[in-house]
């Protein structure tokens, strides 16, 4: 069962990865930073076209970065991730899929940073965050049972702000 989740978790996901995002490296080549985030904004604006073409019709565009995850789809929005519909237009989209849009299996080190992460989370207040499988996003609010409580997204919203570097070492950043 999907629950929809308040927009302050969209927010506060969003606030995360752009953290994240600012030092990330933009890709290899020799275009320059700006050409590549062009050129990453616009292949995320295909994907969404293609998601909504498809049969996902609230699909999002992506933020001027072009900048977007599975995790701020699946709790940022009223979308149902796990629905057949979803599940088709992914794979009808695979080849406009953005680099990093469904996650991908982290590192060792990667992982480590994650567990830390985690565990930052839950020393700051949020005592029911789950430690991330290795393949699976950091951020799943379906998972937190405190997110549904009075005040349980402002308490996740501030640990995460102070755990926000363990999330850049573990690879969120794209």
Do not use: W, Y
């Not at 969209?10 to 050409?35: E, F, M, Y």
């Not at 293609?50 to 699946?74: L, Q, Y």
């Not at 640990?159 to 570097?165: E, F, H, I, V």
């Amino acid at each position: 069962m999907s629950r929809t989740p308040s927009p302050l978790v969209a927010l506060a996901i969003v606030a995360l990865l752009s953290a994240g995002c600012s030092n990330a490296p933009a890709g290899s080549g020799a275009t320059s930073n700006g050409d590549n985030a062009s050129a990453a904004r616009e292949q995320a604006v295909k994907f969404a076209q293609c998601m909504r073409t498809n049969g996902v019709r609230e699909f999002p565009d992506p933020d001027a970065s072009g900048t977007f995850t599975i995790e701020t789809i699946a709790n940022g929005t009223s979308i149902d991730t796990n629905s057949p519909a979803f599940q088709q237009a992914i794979t009808g989209c695979k080849n406009l899929e953005p680099a990093g849009f469904t996650g991908a299996t982290r590192t060792p080190e990667q992982q480590q940073a994650a567990l830390k992460f985690a565990q930052c989370i839950r020393d700051n207040g949020v005592k029911d965050f789950p430690d991330p499988a290795i393949d699976e996003p950091m951020i799943d609010t379906n998972r937190i049972p405190s997110t549904d409580t009075p005040g349980g997204m402002t308490i996740l919203h501030a640990a995460m702000q102070k755990c926000g570097t363990f999330a850049r070492d573990a690879g969120v950043h794209q």
